[in-house]
């Protein structure tokens, strides 16, 4: 950190990115967390709107630094999760050194200062995806929970055998196997519309699948395994026009696309904080609230619960309702610092600068003899998947590594794409606002030294 | 330190290009699935087995380098080989890849040794041991179906 001693900001302003959007949390601490955190490192706190400055963007995430087997790290893995900048690390350990208490039902400083600063994420999080208000924002465990969460309240509430649910073929298996569940438990029927060869939904097979018995869409905004963003608005207006409310998996998008639900219109939207800059272990649900009011609790215990005696109990109102037991308190003060991070920098930017990465990596890779991209939608960003003619995925993720290049190998939990692809596993890169051009062409000479090994 | 060439040495290579016994065995009395669920590798062993004796073994299936040549040079080691011989062959082959084979005996494994720079790269011991975990359920229990996670 010698060298960024200058860079460093110290005090109250240096612990959070000063975003356009809620730096509240921070600045309504006490001032005495900033001096003992002084020699954690620390980066900048100003950043360009755009371009990106990405040289000093990276120097805000210390793993970046690493090398790997003595080559710098070029880390393309990051639909399987981000890594995360000094301030979301520092909000975690911050927590832990300093603000440790549970949240809610505690009089004392402590646990009133945790829970003021936990309720001031959830505010944060809703103007972030421009919620009507933070009561529609259930903190979960992450985009599975989210989607468990509304396969086993809402589904197994309004699900009748005969009914169906309508996904697509490109889903995660996050977004396939709760609605399997719950279709063996309810006598529902699980139907998926296909995708073409590019990677796109068939948006016609989509809207015949809407039928008088489907009660629910859920669909992926950006699929982690062909880089498609589908068009949530538009599937969101057929599926209303018939009753039929949306969940919309957003796990890929939100790292990298400006959600608004809203705008959107769709009636959930589940993600991840972890690929988002924030810790693992958290995530969030939205549900418009008529419906989240309307649906039970998905899981009972503490602070759910309004009045409990031995014979019955009353629910707690929004968001309480769905958040039983002692919550990730400190995961949830991570994702606060992570979405301040990304509002910093600038959803609008952060997709400019991945879309020109995503553009420049498809042209360096189509230029490999022998190398098949799987997803070549119109719509698309962030992940490049490819297949090499007689190189099997894993060896190219392990002779990549072996240049310090981490990419992932294998179905990203989406087997049906591999089926429909017609390939047991793929390769793939994915990018975040952190990476270069010159990472990009890591990725692309490492490619070209695999072609030579297994000529 | 092991570099990348040591575990994709040129044996290994040739063999993923034109791996040996790698086709349906029509007069099988063993067939055995092997399936890695993490990666997606999946592949079946055929053994024609005469008494304790391994007559004949094949292979098909799709899954990585180190998985088709694995398969590959098994089949061709344990042809002829009794079923003791086959598991201890096994046993040994194992303890190579995980690193715990006394180099003395490596020198039994004949052309497996080529397996040996595994030992550096855990991940992808599975990917190695698919085919002989499937080798040895077929020896053990007809029609099993295997998994390596």
């Not at chain 1, 080559?71 to 399987?80: G, Q, S």
């Not at chain 1, 920098?345 to 020109?356: C, K, N, S, T, Y």
């Not at chain 1, 051009?437 to 090994?453: C, H, S």
Request: a neutral charge.
């Amino acid at each position: 950190m010698r060298g960024e001693a200058g860079k460093r900001v110290s005090g109250e302003a240096g612990r959070v990115p000063s975003g356009r959007v809620g730096s509240g949390a921070a600045t309504a601490r006490p001032a005495a967390y900033a001096s003992s955190l002084a020699d954690l490192p620390y980066s900048p706190t100003r950043l360009p709107a755009f371009p990106l400055d990405v040289e000093r963007i990276r120097a805000d995430f210390p793993i970046l630094r690493q090398k790997i087997r003595g080559k710098p790290l070029v880390y393309l893995d990051n639909a399987a999760t981000s890594q995360k900048p000094q301030a979301v690390i520092n909000a975690v350990t911050r927590f832990y050194a300093e603000e440790n208490a549970n949240i809610h039902r505690g009089v004392h400083y402590l646990s009133q200062q945790a829970t003021a600063a936990y309720d001031e994420v959830r505010e944060k999080v809703a103007r972030f995806i421009n919620a009507r208000t933070s009561k529609e924002v259930i903190f979960t465990r992450g985009t599975t929970e989210g989607i468990n969460l509304v396969a086993q309240s809402y589904g197994r509430t309004v699900l009748r055998p005969g009914d169906d649910i309508v996904i697509t073929a490109m889903e995660h298996h996050s977004n396939i196997v709760p609605w399997q569940l719950l279709c063996e438990q309810t006598g529902a029927v699980l139907r998926a519309a296909p995708i073409s060869d590019a990677g796109e939904l068939d948006l016609e097979a989509f809207q015949q699948l809407l039928g008088d018995r489907t009660r629910l869409v859920a669909v992926v905004h950006l699929s982690n395994a062909l880089g498609t963003i589908n068009p949530i608005r538009q599937l969101v207006t057929l599926a209303h026009a018939r009753g039929i409310p949306v969940l919309v998996d957003g796990a890929q998008s939100a790292p990298h696309l400006r959600v608004d639900v809203r705008e959107l219109d769709c009636d959930f939207f589940a993600f991840s904080g972890h690929k988002v800059l924030g810790p693992t272990g958290v995530g969030v649900l939205y549900g418009k609230e008529a419906l989240l009011e309307r649906m039970p609790p998905y899981q009972g215990g503490g602070d759910m619960i309004a009045t409990v005696t031995l014979e019955r109990s009353t629910w707690a109102p929004l968001p309480a309702k769905f958040e039983a037991g002692t919550p990730m308190i400190a995961q949830v003060m991570g994702l606060g610092a992570a979405i301040d991070y990304v509002q910093q920098v600038g959803l609008e930017a952060i997709g400019a600068w991945e879309h020109q990465l995503l553009t420049y990596a498809t042209q360096r890779v189509t230029g490999i003899e022998g190398l098949r991209l799987i997803g070549t939608a119109r719509d698309k960003a962030s992940v490049l998947a490819f297949v090499l003619d007689g190189v099997h995925p894993h060896d190219i993720g392990t002779i990549l590594d072996d240049e310090g290049v981490a990419i992932r190998a294998g179905h990203h939990c989406a087997q049906p794409v591999m089926q429909r692809f017609g390939v047991p596993a793929t390769a793939r890169a994915s990018f975040a606002f952190y990476n270069t051009v010159a990472e990009v062409d890591a990725l692309a000479d490492g490619l070209t030294r695999v072609k030579k090994m297994f000529a | 330190m092991a570099t990348i060439d040591t575990l994709y040495q040129d044996l290994i290579l040739d063999h993923n290009r034109a791996p040996q016994n790698f086709r349906r065995m029509e007069d099988a009395n063993r067939q055995v699935e092997g399936s890695n669920p993490l990666c997606g590798d999946r592949l079946t062993v055929w053994l024609r087995l005469d008494g304790e004796l391994i007559k004949d073994a094949a292979f098909q299936g799709s899954g990585c380098a180190i998985s088709k040549a694995s398969a590959s040079l098994m089949t061709s080691a344990i042809k002829g080989k009794t079923r003791s011989e086959a598991k201890g062959l096994f046993d040994r082959f194992h303890r190579m890849v995980t690193g715990s084979l006394d180099p003395a005996d490596a020198e039994t494994l004949g052309k497996l040794v080529a397996f040996s720079g595994l030992s550096a790269f855990p991940v992808r011991v599975k990917c190695a041991s698919l085919s002989w975990h499937a080798m040895k359920a077929a020896l053990d229990h007809p029609d099993a179906v295997v998994s390596t996670e």
